[in-house]
């Protein structure tokens, strides 16, 4: 399975979407700064928790939606989402 996956900073409320294999292991790895995008600095603040997910059979199949979650459309959705207390 492969994922799509929403992180949220738990002290500044900022996101990050990504795709994985291995859910778990991304989120330690985010929590961890082991990802330049997520790192403990101003512009992104962690630690970070899964807001959202979702499954795929395909890695092509979940990076298409990622690209799709990060277009306007889709981060009006997520924020629909959220608001609706996910």
Known sequence: MF?????QSKTTGKTYIG???DINKRLAEH???LNRFTLHT???SGPWELAYEE???TR???VVREKWLKS???????KRIFA???
């Open 3 to 7: 994922y799509v996956y929403v992180l």
């Open 19 to 21: 795709q994985t294999n």
């Open 31 to 33: 929590n961890d700064q």
């Open 42 to 44: 101003k512009r992104h």
């Open 55 to 57: 499954q795929y059979s």
């Open 60 to 62: 092509a199949e979940a």
């Open 72 to 78: 306007g459309s889709g981060r009006r959705f997520l």
């Open 84 to 86: 609706d207390g996910c």
